[in-house]
């Protein structure tokens, strides 16, 4: 079914970005933010680094959501019908917490064959300029620009990667949304976020889609999990909902997943394992 108007997908390829886009009630994403709270109440607070990396494989009501029907038809009104998940991550800044995102594109180190990738954001609590909502560069994803690794112990990227040239910050728009929407975003969209400076944490949950042609060329073994369509290409090892939360099948094959995606997204730093 589709879910964006034309209007909506022309503006998404001139300027890498469209929100928001309403996904689920605010009453569901504050049930989905609890849902998170007990998980992270069961592990001593926050979640480890490989917890926060495809937790979609751990938890049903992640696999669920990356299924999402309101979702899903946003994401094939862009990449069209064969659709997998590549990865999933949480990005959460707590309340007055220094975490930041520099100004970086996504295609930099992912390694995929083409740049038909794309973002779904979903809000778990509003995101508002004081909490650190997502800045974006309108029309900035038609090319690809060098990136440099700084590891600074703030920033939530993987590497701290950050742009090498100057970036037009005054042209940012901020990515307002209120808990239950969504944004899109192109993989080589200019998009960074600042610190929290409101007194509630601000909780996203990022989804990456590709289409099923798209491949991974920057190593071997690579996997993601087919959500609507069919997969005819098999570019992709095949990835599985969990049966229940943290089913033991399930932790297994969420260990090896991300120890080969960490070989691919660290590669040649001589990082072994996600921050
Ligand atoms: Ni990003």
Redesign the pocket.
């Known amino acids: 079914m589709t879910q964006l108007a034309s209007a909506a997908v022309e503006q998404y390829r001139r300027d890498g970005f469209y929100f928001p886009i309403r996904v689920m009630s605010p009453g569901e994403a504050l049930a989905m933010r609890r849902r998170l709270e007990a998980v992270e109440s069961d592990h001593g607070g926050r979640l480890g680094g490989e917890l926060r990396h495809k937790p979609h494989l751990l938890f049903t009501w992640l696999a669920d959501l990356v299924r999402h029907p309101a979702i899903l038809d946003a994401v094939e009104d862009v990449l069209g019908p064969n659709l997998l998940v590549w990865s999933t991550s949480f ?1 959460i800044k707590e309340a007055r917490d220094p975490a930041y ?1 520099s100004w ?3 295609a930099t180190y992912w390694g995929l064959s083409a740049p038909d990738v794309l ?1 779904a954001w979903v809000a778990f609590t509003d995101a508002t300029v004081e909490n650190g909502a ?1 800045r974006m560069v309108p029309g900035s994803h038609d090319e690809q620009l060098a990136h440099r690794d700084t590891f600074a112990p703030n920033n939530l ?1 993987s590497r701290g990667q950050e742009i090498a040239v100057e970036v037009d910050e005054a042209r940012g728009v901020d990515i307002l949304l209120r808990a239950g929407e969504m944004s899109l ?1 192109h993989v080589r ?1 200019v ?2 976020s600042p610190a929290n400076r409101s007194d509630d944490r601000r909780v996203g949950f ?1 989804i990456r889609y590709v289409p099923t042609y798209v491949r991974q060329i920057a190593g071997d073994g690579d996997s993601a999990m087919l959500v609507r369509g069919v997969d005819e290409h098999h570019h992709f090892a095949p990835e599985y909902p969990p049966a229940s939360d943290l089913a033991p099948e399930a932790r297994a094959h969420h260990a090896a997943v991300v120890a080969q995606s960490a070989k691919i997204l660290y590669r040649g730093t001589g990082v072994e394992r996600f921050r």
Do not use: E, N
């Open positions: 990005f995102v970086h594109q996504d973002t997502m990227l975003h969209m998009h960074g990022a």
